[in-house]
């Protein structure tokens, strides 16, 4: 339960709650409490300013009386006034009876100084008092004291007003942050519901889009890209196994036939060496053909390690078309070779690059009638170096021509030729683990040209 972020989310932000209003609880405290001293040190000024007029104005008598006045209207527990002289004699106060423990005066006003004001706890008085000595021109001291209780009041039941508040910020700051957490945290418990039911098995389901939050959103869109990509992956599996049954079925059937044929007839030896011989070719077929079909498949999941040396393409290019012109020329085909430059330097793999050269330049004779043209072109340009194979033969039918890089997939025309139709997947996957790419084109029924595209060497 604790573990839940929902549950964190609301602790940390309760908490910051607290540690907020505490702060902003602390800084009022504060203004009011200076506010409060600078109140009462003012109150005092003015009664001793008071009193020097009406001692200058109505003597000593008419002090003693307001003395009595101002500690009756105040409290005469709460508050003090008295006039002493040089020797710290009383001349005049007002009633001391609750103030029995005051310091002498002289004591509290360090010689030279004309007024200041001290704050002394005194033995019987529950608040400390504040307290103003003032030195009089002619020597005397006038004094006046005053307990901090009404101050000390109103800080009390701030602190007790801000008590309870406090109390009801946490709980009411709790509660809000929970639904917030909550209605945070929706969002990904609704991805995560979603992602238990396809993971459950549903591969068709997606997550739905909705206004969880644009975190929230891009986590369902990723979630959906991944969801689609294993769909695929699937289904290109499906298709892959289905396609591998298919073409080793039939081989392994022919075999089976011959085979049998060898056991049930009665024929010569001649006839069963040519049986022997079919046996072997389909098996090689066979074996070739199965060999593509792992090779591809590690390239694809990057399990093949294809070291990458500088080449130069322009050589390779020239061994492989000398290597398949008598191929050519058996079908009267002229296999033409052009380069812009006789060092066409590639970070490539030889035998990689050989056998994308073969099946292209053996899908190129194979399809093109006799009496053909087959060009073969090398360009350098400065950062890139474009290989093209074209052809005049029947082209490629728009509707094929994204669908001839899968595995197994054969078009129309090679329904009567020999082939796997894993020549051009492997071709794409060698010029993908050399950061190139592949395209073709054809107006679908005069000629195919392919144009492959690789990076100069670094
Ligand atoms: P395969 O040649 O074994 O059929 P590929 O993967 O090499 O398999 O080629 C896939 C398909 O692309 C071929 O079946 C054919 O329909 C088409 N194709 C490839 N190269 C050419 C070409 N030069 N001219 C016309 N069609 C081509």
Redesign the pocket.
């Known amino acids: 339960m604790f573990r839940t972020v929902c549950l964190r989310l609301t602790l940390w932000y309760t908490l910051l709650f607290g540690l907020l209003s505490l702060g902003a609880f602390l800084l009022v405290y504060i203004h009011i409490a200076h506010g409060l001293r600078l109140r009462t040190d003012d109150q005092l000024r003015a009664t001793v300013r008071e009193f020097v007029q009406t001692r200058k104005e109505r003597g000593l008598i008419g002090l003693q009386n307001e003395f009595n006045l101002e500690a009756a209207a105040t409290g005469k527990e709460r508050i003090f006034f008295r006039l002493l002289d040089q020797n710290g004699g009383r001349v005049a106060s007002s009633d001391l009876s609750s103030w029995t423990a005051l310091p002498s005066a002289i004591s509290l006003l360090p010689a030279g100084a004309t007024a200041l004001i001290t704050r002394i706890q005194l033995p019987g008085h529950s608040r400390p008092v504040r307290v103003l000595t003032t030195r009089l021109d002619d020597g005397f001291l006038l004094q006046t004291g005053l307990t901090l209780q009404d101050n000390d009041q109103v800080l009390e039941s701030y602190r007790e007003t801000f008590s309870t508040a406090f109390l009801l910020i946490l709980i009411l700051g709790g509660i809000g942050a929970f639904f917030i957490a909550r209605r945070a945290m929706g969002g990904v418990k609704e991805v995560t519901e979603a992602a238990a039911r396809i993971a459950a098995g549903n591969l068709e389901q997606s997550i739905s889009s909705g206004n969880r939050g644009k975190e929230i959103e891009t986590l369902a869109t990723v979630f959906n890209t991944m969801q689609e990509r294993i769909a695929g992956l699937i289904d290109e599996l499906k298709t892959v196994i289905n396609n591998v049954a298919h073409d080793l079925r039939m081989p392994i059937t022919r075999i089976r036939g011959v085979a049998e044929t060898t056991l049930t007839g009665d024929a010569a030896l001649s006839h069963y060496q040519d049986m022997a011989v079919t046996v072997i070719e389909e098996s090689d077929r066979l074996v070739v053909q199965i060999n593509t079909i792992l090779e591809l498949a590690e390239i694809d999941a990057g399990l093949k390690v294809m070291p990458l040396e500088k080449l130069n393409l322009t050589q390779v290019v020239q061994k492989a078309v000398e290597l398949y012109q008598p191929a050519a020329e058996t079908k009267k085909i002229s296999l033409q070779l052009k380069f812009s430059s006789t060092h066409c330097l590639i970070d490539g793999n030889l035998p990689a690059l050989q056998r994308l050269l073969a099946?292209?330049l053996?899908?190129?004779i194979?399809?093109?009638p006799a009496l053909g043209r087959i060009s073969i072109t090398l360009t350098m340009e400065q950062k890139k170096i474009l290989l093209g194979?074209a052809?005049n033969?029947?082209?490629?039918p728009a509707e094929?021509q994204n669908r001839?890089?899968d595995r197994f997939?054969?078009?129309?025309?090679?329904r009567s030729?020999?082939?796997?139709?894993?020549?051009?997947?492997?071709?794409q996957s060698i010029v993908q683990a050399h950061h190139g790419t592949i395209t073709?084109e054809?107006d679908g029924n005069s000629?195919?040209s392919?144009l492959i595209n690789l990076p100069v060497t670094k």
Do not use: C, Q
């Open positions: 099946n292209l053996d899908n190129a194979k399809f093109t194979i052809d033969g029947p082209g490629i094929e001839i890089f997939y054969r078009g129309d025309i090679s030729s020999a082939g796997s139709g894993l020549g051009l997947a492997l071709v073709v054809s000629g195919s392919f």
